[in-house]
């Protein structure tokens, strides 16, 4: 017998952003870039450390998804602490400053059609 059903994947989907990131560029490309390398270094520890997964990036995004919601917002607030902290630590050039990365985070539930056979 066979028989078909709906498998549900509750999943979290973390968004960050560098704000004012082309503009941060047209003044310093170089040391933004490095400012954007070291957040990077954060956020990638950082994603995985909350049993996250990067799946998309381009240029000064990163998106992200957790299986669990407190993990991701948990994640989201160290990754503003990381990034806070580095730029207390370097000269500025106003690249990852405190505040500059925006993050936002949703919860989707994804639903796959699953194919399951019963032997009678």
């Excluded at 990077?40 to 049993?51: A, K, N, P, S």
């Amino acid at each position: 017998m066979e028989s078909h059903g709906v498998e549900r994947k509750l999943t979290t989907i973390l968004c960050a952003d560098v704000a004012g990131y082309s503009r941060l560029m047209e003044k310093d490309e170089e040391g933004t870039l490095h400012a954007l390398q070291t957040c990077r270094i954060h956020i990638d520890r950082l994603v995985e450390q909350h049993q996250g997964r990067i799946f998309g990036t381009a240029g000064d995004s990163v998106v992200a998804e957790f299986p669990s919601t407190v993990e991701a917002v948990r994640c989201a607030l160290e990754v503003q602490d990381a990034v806070q902290s580095s730029a207390r630590r370097r000269p500025p050039t106003g690249a990852c400053s405190s505040g500059s990365v925006s993050i936002s985070a949703t919860s989707w539930s994804r639903a796959t059609t699953s194919r399951a056979t019963a032997s009678t």
